[in-house]
Each structure stands twice: as C-alpha cells, then as structure tokens.
Nanobody, 117 residues
Framework: QVQLVESGGGLVPAGGSLRLSCVAS????????MRWYRQAPGNQREWVATITTLRSTNYTNSVKGRFTISRDNAKNTMFLQMNSLKPEDTAVYYC???????????WGQGTQVTVSS
C-alpha cells in the first residue's frame, strides 16, 4: 500500500521559515516525479514545485527564490524548505508522486501552513 505522509506545517510569522517533509512508503520516490501542491481556502489546488527523477527542479513564479524542493533517497523523503514566508503562502500543502510509466499518481493527506501578518 502506497502512503505519502506530510509533516512540518505550522503557524509562523511573515518572514519566517518552515521545512515540510513527505515520507513515502510503498513506492520509491526517486523513481517518480515528485511535486508539492497547495490549496488555500476557497481556491483551487495549485502546483508549487517539482523535482524529477533526475533531480531537475521547477517552481511556480510566486515561490521562486524563497522555496527549495529536495529529496533524500536514503530516507525516501521529499522536502520543501520555505523561507521568507508571506501570508499568501497560507494553505494546506500536499505532496504528490507521479509515475507516468505506470500511470499512477499518489497524494498525501496534507499539512497546514499558516503565515501570520
């Protein structure tokens, strides 16, 4: 059974930092394209960042230079380091594992990030 479990969310003041983790079981993260998404109240879920199997990374414009996505293969864990947080970063953050070869996509349950102004 595949499980993705996010953690590391919380309440921080504007300008603060958080590090989100996504621990995987049942799949090998390095064999999947991994992404972080977020969903704010009343909004659609939006893509935040991607790390490919070759560790290529990409970010939505609003987080470039502030967020860093990474992966620890030994721990089968993905991270999102979030610095210089803004109130508009407030959302539930979800990790996603996507394997187009197997045509499978998996989601975690989400972790709440709240940035106070």
């Amino acid at each position: 059974q595949v499980q993705l479990v996010e953690s590391g969310g919380g309440l921080v003041p504007a300008g603060g930092s958080l590090r989100l983790s996504c621990v995987a079981s049942g799949i090998i993260l390095s064999r999947n394209t991994m992404r972080w998404y977020r969903q704010a109240p009343g909004n659609q879920r939006e893509w935040v960042a991607t790390i490919t199997t070759l560790r290529s990374t990409n970010y939505t414009n609003s987080v470039k230079g502030r967020f860093t996505i990474s992966r620890d293969n030994a721990k089968n864990t993905m991270f999102l380091q979030m610095n210089s947080l803004k109130p508009e970063d407030t959302a539930v953050y979800y990790c996603n594992a996507d394997n187009p070869i197997l045509n499978m996509s998996y989601w975690g349950q989400g972790t709440q990030v709240t940035v106070s102004s």
